[in-house]
């Protein structure tokens, strides 16, 4: 079945770069997206790849994706403290109609 | 109103109450769906709506009970609830063009307690 995972948490200094890392299982995976949850909030749709590509860049956001490994990565660039919230990462699969979600990355931004 | 509505936003209830989560979407998407979010878990999938039929049951406890009356509404009645069923109850919607969905937008949610 489909598996997502992510590192639990993640601290970075205001200005620096975050890189949130995520791992999946399913190779038919057609889109992978990136949300962003603050507290008492619902999921935010901050960005998403199709699976043939590499690379998407979208202003202070880059996401890497490596098929061969199944990696996806989220690249915040100059991370401010509004950054801080759970990031999930989420796939779906070919012929699945709903969305897997990992566990969420907790980013803390230090001042 | 735009994206995806969900009320009420806070709901506390006892274990013998009835009641009724409510999501609304105004994109257009023809698939809905129920997520329950609870502490230091994955999101979980609860129940998906394709065109108004549901298509995906995730072994869901019966006191659970979905209904999508059109492609816009979502309705989650809860009966006879216990207390770990307390949580975060996510709706979201995407539009379906046949083995691919797309557009996944989430409302802000319902946070329910059970007393």
């Known amino acids: 079945g489909e598996d997502v995972e992510q590192s639990l948490f993640l601290s970075v200094r205001e200005g620096d770069s975050s890189v949130i890392n995520c791992t999946y299982t399913?190779?038919?995976?057609?889109?992978l997206y990136w949300y962003k949850q603050e507290p008492g909030a619902g999921l935010q749709l901050l960005t998403y790849?199709?699976?043939?590509?590499d690379m998407k860049q979208d202003q202070r956001l880059t996401v890497l994706l490596n098929k061969k490994d199944k990696h996806l990565s989220l690249r915040i660039a100059d991370t401010q403290t509004g950054d801080s919230a759970i990031y999930f990462c989420a796939e779906e699969s070919r012929g699945r109609r709903a969305l897997t979600f990992g566990s969420g990355t907790r980013l803390q931004v230090q001042p | 109103e735009t994206g995806v509505t969900q009320t009420p936003r806070h709901l506390v209830m006892g274990m013998t109450n009835k009641k009724s989560l409510k999501c609304e979407q105004h994109?257009?998407?023809?698939?809905m769906y129920w997520y329950k979010q609870s502490a230091k878990k994955p999101l979980e999938l609860m129940f998906v709506y394709s065109l108004e039929e549901r298509v995906e049951n995730n072994s869901v406890p019966s006191r659970f009970s979905p209904e999508c009356p059109n492609s816009s509404h979502l309705f989650l009645h809860l009966h006879t609830l216990q207390p770990e069923d307390s949580a975060l109850y996510l709706c979201?919607?995407?539009?379906?063009?046949?083995?691919?969905?797309?557009?996944?937008?989430f409302g802000s949610g319902t946070r329910l307690t059970v007393v």
């Open positions: 399913d190779s038919s995976s057609t889109y």
């Open positions: 790849i199709f699976s043939n590509m």
């Open positions: 994109l257009g998407h023809n698939a």
């Open positions: 979201a919607s995407s539009q379906s063009s046949g083995t691919v969905n797309y557009g996944y937008t």
